[in-house]
């Protein structure tokens, strides 16, 4: 097994540099906060599908999630499985509602669905809760990358902190779908050639299924990881995908038919992922009964399982791609969180609490700096939980169940059910919520005990107060209005610019300048590994090319391109 060298960490820092690029490249796109929070509501569907999965997808996948495929198995696959049915519903129910919501945070919907006290409640709380998934991540993305270059913990969060809040607070949404799919774009070859290479070290799909231990391949009706475990996780995690960062990507694009685009596109990457990303892992069991040391010390050493089959089977240079993959499945995670974050901020907090008349240029102003304190806070956090040698997978566990079985439910019942009155989604949202603290940090339930006790009280709550609906406000009453009414983006978005032709040919091109640059690696690795190299450069390069020939709607690109001519004038007058 190797470590990584030089050549890999010129790889991590060509990538950083890139996502600097980004970052001033789509800082032309935001002329507002309605831009900067949403794109518009012109963000191509691939792109922000691609941004959707991404943001649901983080370092954790290789860290906590790998840990759980090296000691159990399938039951891994299990979860991701469960991830990928969350996103039929939103295909069949909540894309299309969420795009005909016609906001710009899910914060703004919640004071039109319910009233301002819920709005105020949720966005306090939301904020505060979310620092520590979002912690939670940054922190699984230090443990990857010091357990394969042995870099100090602390210092690997600081320096990845402070690059994703930095083309966030550059480029808002914008920045975050167009790295994300950049991101996806290099992650997705990287693992694909690294099954190839797992499986023909342990002789195939069949010598792997025959070298697991049965445990490995076998789900228990109970226990941890057995099937009402991973029923318990698929209810858990459709609250979380069906709201928050996810429905923000939904209201992103041009109408309900890309909202739904994105929810399959989901389902489907969620379940071929749910093979790719965890039989690395698993043939790591039958390489390594016991995992070799690293210069890291993990809570959990079975969590550098991605990263020492990476090590053991990668040459260097793609050790270094490998670890880039690794801050792009995190920084999708992180960025998105960001931007949501900021965008509570700025316009549920800021704008409805003192500057109810903030013209967009204050707002997008407002927007940087509260990115910049969210990015801030989470690093700080992120720090506190290196140094007290927490898990990766049970801090993420249970602040992702928390927040998803408290938030969940009003938010995504308020969509479907109009006759409830403005204070059931703030009763719905507080019996979840206390329910969890005490069953997270007083009684210390199990998801399955969380889900049986958390899910029936707060459904119970919320259908409950039916009875006492006084009848619409005229805000709820605006709201179903624009839930019944189809989404005509030529009407609606006449005066936004179209920028899905610019946004693929840049991506197009560097997606392409990366794979042509991946083959000067031929120029280091043995000649038994080139072909290795080849493949990776091969895939990449095949997705950038097919990107070149995607294009936008003509006459809202012309206004893009009018739109990029002006920008040219003001900053050379």
């Given at each position: 097994m190797s470590t990584a060298n030089r050549l890999d960490y010129l790889v991590i820092v060509l990538y950083a540099l890139?996502?600097?690029?980004?970052?001033?490249?789509?800082?032309?796109?935001?002329?507002g906060a309605a831009d900067y929070f949403r794109g518009g509501s012109r963000i191509p569907w691939l792109v922000a599908g691609l941004s959707c999965f991404m943001s649901g997808f983080s370092a954790w996948t290789f860290t906590g999630a790998a840990g759980v495929a090296y000691r159990s198995g399938i039951a891994a696959i299990g979860l991701y499985i469960g991830n990928g049915l969350s996103f039929l519903l939103g295909y069949f129910i909540f894309a299309e509602r969420w795009r005909r919501s016609r906001i710009t945070t899910v914060m703004e919907y919640l004071?039109?669905?319910?009233?301002?006290?819920?709005?105020?409640?949720?966005?306090?709380?939301?904020?505060?809760?979310?620092?520590?998934?979002?912690?939670?991540t940054l922190f699984g993305l230090s443990l990857f990358v010091s357990a394969a270059c042995g870099f100090p913990v602390t210092w690997t969060i600081v320096g990845a902190g402070a690059l994703i809040v930095f083309y966030c607070v550059l480029g808002g949404l914008w920045a975050v779908v167009v790295t994300d799919f950049l991101q996806a774009s290099i992650l997705m070859p990287f693992c694909l050639v690294l099954v190839v290479m797992s499986l023909l070290r342990v002789g195939g799909v069949g010598g792997l299924v025959h070298a697991l231990p049965a445990e490995m391949k076998?789900?228990?009706?109970?226990?941890?990881?057995?099937?009402?475990?991973l029923a318990s996780w698929t209810i858990m995690v459709s609250f979380g995908y069906n709201t928050s960062a996810m429905a923000q990507r939904y209201f992103s694009v041009d109408d309900e038919r890309s909202a739904r685009k994105i929810a399959l596109l989901c389902?489907?990457?969620?379940?071929?992922?749910?093979?790719?990303?965890?039989?690395?892992?698993?043939?790591?069991?039958?390489?390594?009964?016991?995992?070799?040391?690293?210069?890291?010390?993990?809570?959990?050493?079975?969590?550098?399982?991605?990263?020492?089959?990476?090590?053991?089977l990668l040459p260097h240079g793609l050790i270094g791609v490998m670890l880039a993959a690794m801050f792009s499945a995190t920084m999708a995670n992180l960025s998105a969180q960001f931007n949501l974050k900021s965008a509570i901020?700025?316009?549920?907090?800021?704008?409805?609490?003192?500057?109810?008349?903030?013209?967009?240029?204050?707002?997008?102003?407002?927007?940087?700096?509260?990115?910049?304190?969210?990015?801030?806070?989470?690093?700080?956090?992120?720090?506190i939980m290196a140094s007290s040698g927490q898990s990766v997978f049970q801090v993420m566990l249970t602040f992702n169940t928390l927040m998803s079985l408290a938030y969940g439910p009003p938010a995504l019942l308020g969509l479907a059910v109009r006759r409830t009155p403005p204070w059931s989604g703030l009763a719905s949202f507080a019996t979840g919520l206390v329910l969890g603290i005490l069953g997270a940090f007083v009684y210390h339930w199990t998801l399955i005990q969380q889900v049986a006790i958390i899910i029936p009280s707060s459904f119970g709550v919320f259908f409950v107060s039916m009875l006492l609906d006084r009848g619409d406000?005229?805000?709820?009453?605006?709201?179903?209005?624009?839930?019944?009414?189809?989404?005509?983006?030529?009407?609606?978005?006449?005066?936004?610019?179209?920028?899905?032709?610019?946004?693929?040919?840049?991506?197009?091109?560097?997606?392409?300048?990366?794979?042509?640059?991946?083959?000067?690696?031929?120029?280091?690795?043995?000649?038994?590994?080139?072909?290795?190299?080849?493949?990776?450069?091969?895939?990449?390069?095949a997705v950038g090319?097919?990107?070149?020939?995607?294009?936008?709607?003509?006459?809202?690109?012309?206004?893009?391109?009018?739109h990029e001519k002006v920008l040219v004038v003001r900053a050379n007058p």
């Open positions: 890139l996502m600097v690029r980004v970052g001033f490249y789509v800082l032309r796109f935001n002329r004071a039109g669905r319910f009233n301002l006290a819920t709005h105020q409640v949720f966005s306090w709380s939301t904020i505060f809760f979310q620092l520590f998934t979002s912690a939670s076998t789900i228990h009706w109970s226990g941890e990881f057995g099937w009402f475990y389902s489907g990457l969620f379940f071929a992922g749910a093979f790719i990303w965890f039989l690395p892992p698993m043939a790591m069991r039958v390489v390594y009964p016991v995992l070799p040391s690293l210069r890291a010390t993990l809570p959990k050493p079975s969590e550098a399982a991605y990263a020492i089959a990476s090590l053991t901020l700025t316009k549920d907090m800021y704008q409805a609490l003192f500057r109810k008349a903030a013209g967009e240029r204050e707002l997008l102003v407002v927007g940087w700096i509260t990115t910049f304190l969210i990015g801030g806070a989470t690093t700080v956090i992120a720090v406000w005229p805000a709820r009453e605006q709201l179903f209005r624009n839930l019944n009414m189809p989404v005509d983006a030529g009407k609606e978005l006449k005066d936004s610019a179209d920028f899905t032709g610019p946004v693929f040919r840049f991506l197009s091109r560097t997606i392409c300048a990366i794979g042509i640059l991946s083959l000067l690696l031929l120029l280091d690795v043995p000649s038994n590994q080139r072909l290795t190299v080849i493949w990776f450069a091969l895939l990449t390069i090319g097919s990107l070149f020939f995607i294009r936008g709607n003509v006459t809202a690109a012309m206004n893009a391109t009018d």
